[in-house]
Nanobody, 116 residues
Framework: QVQLVESGGGLVQAGGSLRLSCAAS????????LGWFRQAPGKEREFVAA????????YYSDSVKGRFTISRGNAKNTVSLQMNSLKPEDTAVYYCRFSQGLSVYWGQGTQVTVSS
């Protein structure tokens, strides 16, 4: 079992920045991936960014590439998502996702609201 605790999020004006963090605890091994998905009202949940813990490979959706940066945190099993140049269309609930083998765990979600 893996538990995820998210932090960050909030309200920001367009063009501003926010930083999300996610900490995973429990039965984690070296070969896992941590990522972020988001879900706007009336829309399906979509992929934002992910990082493989072993090797540090990163992946981004086209809509955030160049604006968002995912990175491993200083603490073990933590990941951060630095979001710059935020747009109103980035408004959504952001979910941390942990995947290890066939197991997938989700965080509770954190609201990001970008005002125009």
């Amino acid at each position: 079992q893996v538990q995820l605790v998210e932090s960050g999020g909030g309200l920001v004006q367009a063009g501003g920045s926010l930083r999300l963090s996610c900490a995973a605890s429990g039965r984690t091994y070296s070969s896992y991936a941590l990522g972020w998905f988001r879900q706007a009202p009336g829309k399906e949940r979509e992929f934002v960014a992910a990082i493989r813990w072993s090797g540090g490979n990163t992946y981004y959706s086209d809509s955030v590439k160049g604006r968002f940066t995912i990175s491993r945190g200083n603490a073990k099993n933590t990941v951060s998502l630095q979001m710059n140049s935020l747009k109103p269309e980035d408004t959504a609930v952001y979910y941390c996702r942990f995947s290890q083998g066939l197991s997938v765990y989700w965080g509770q979600g954190t609201q990001v609201t970008v005002s125009s």
